[in-house]
């Protein structure tokens, strides 16, 4: 996310000076020094966040540490980590699209190792973990404990095939998101057909 930031404020900086330089006559003036100072901390940190947020030290966010700091962030991955730990098998498609799920509401990519290591706190939790749903989810309107939902049927379907554990699963989490179990199975069985179509 800092990556992310930092390419922002490095264009906004740069494009700043350039307006400056393009618009304001600063010739004789001190002032021409402090604008080309402007522009080279926009490049800079521009540069800076390019290397952090894609550069060979970057391994993406770390989950463990979103969990900690994000309500939001912290609902999505109890909910597709718990989804996907459901048939007993957390697979590299899973944490994908875990992955990808993130990416939808958080502009960071994560570290696939983390996820893994996250994966092993939210199942030494158990059953508590659908407490923390229902808690983190209560926060949430409509559409979004919706969008979680689906959210959970692309991880459930990332490996190829769902299992009924995993429907389970997601049905016990649309339920602490305040589905009933007939809303949680009527939207469970529409996001699948969804996804089959799309």
């Known amino acids: 996310m800092q990556g992310i930031r930092n390419i ?11 307006a400056i330089l393009a618009t304001v006559d600063l010739s004789g003036s001190v002032l021409i020094y402090a604008v080309w100072g402007l522009i080279a901390c926009g490049a800079i940190l521009f540069a800076g966040g390019l290397y952090r947020a894609m550069g060979p030290g970057s391994a993406g966010a770390n989950a463990e540490e979103m969990y900690k700091s994000d309500t939001i962030a912290r ?19 899973e944490v994908e699209m875990i992955s990808a799920a993130f990416m939808s509401v958080m502009p960071e990519r994560l ?7 996250l994966a092993k706190l939210i199942e030494d939790k ?19 404990r919706k969008a979680v939902i689906g959210a959970c049927v692309k991880v459930a379907k990332a490996d190829g095939m769902i299992d009924v554990r995993e429907t389970a699963a997601m049905t016990a989490i649309a339920r602490r998101l305040d589905f009933t179990e007939d809303e949680s199975q009527t939207l469970i069985a529409e ?4 996804e089959k179509q799309g």
């Open 191 to 194: 996001l699948m057909g969804s």
């Open 111 to 117: 570290d696939r190792q983390s996820v893994y290591r």
């Open 75 to 93: 609902l999505l991955l109890q909910s597709t980590i718990e989804t996907a730990l459901a048939d007993g098998d957390l697979n590299d498609k």
């Open 126 to 144: 158990g059953d508590e973990i659908l407490s923390d749903i229902h808690s983190e989810g209560r926060m949430l309107n409509l559409d979004d």
């Open 8 to 18: 922002f404020l490095g264009l906004v900086l740069t494009a700043a000076g350039a």
